[in-house]
């Protein structure tokens, strides 16, 4: 059975119940699915599996407290990351303006610049728009999954 893991940054819990919403999915399209709530770079997948990424933006463009250690990992150990195919959600709030997401949008650079791979487009959720952020994530990863055809059941 194919692995997903969900790598979560958050701050107050809104990235950790996008995680939960959608974890059924995953395991319907026939992965098995862990959800990880203190990643490191030891929990990202081999070659034949996949990643998502949820995660949250604090202050400024910020990264959520519990996701900081991931990205001095990948900063300090500069690991090739060219086997990695991912997904990510990240969530944000446009009032914040040239910061809104930030923190998604830097991973996503940093992981391209390791050699990763996002499957399919970065999904940006507006707290400004949708007050509950699994309304926007279900129906994404949803047509996510079709979208890259990783349906194994």
Known sequence: MPQLKILVGTMYGGALDVAEQVKPLFEQAGFGVDIVEQPTLDDLTSDEDISLFVISTT??????????????????????????RYGLIALGDSSYGDTFCGAGR??????????ARRMGERLEVDAME???????????VEEWIEEQQIKVA
């Not at 830097?106 to 050699?115: I, V, W």
């Not at 949708?130 to 994404?140: G, H, I, N």
């Open 130 to 140: 949708t007050f509950m952020a699994d309304d926007a994530a279900v129906p994404w």
């Open 59 to 84: 202050g400024n463009g910020d990264f959520p407290g519990n996701f900081v250690p991931f990205v001095r990992g990948l900063s300090d150990k500069s690991p090739a990351l060219t086997g990695l």
């Open 106 to 115: 830097k991973l996503d650079s940093l992981l391209e610049d390791h050699g």
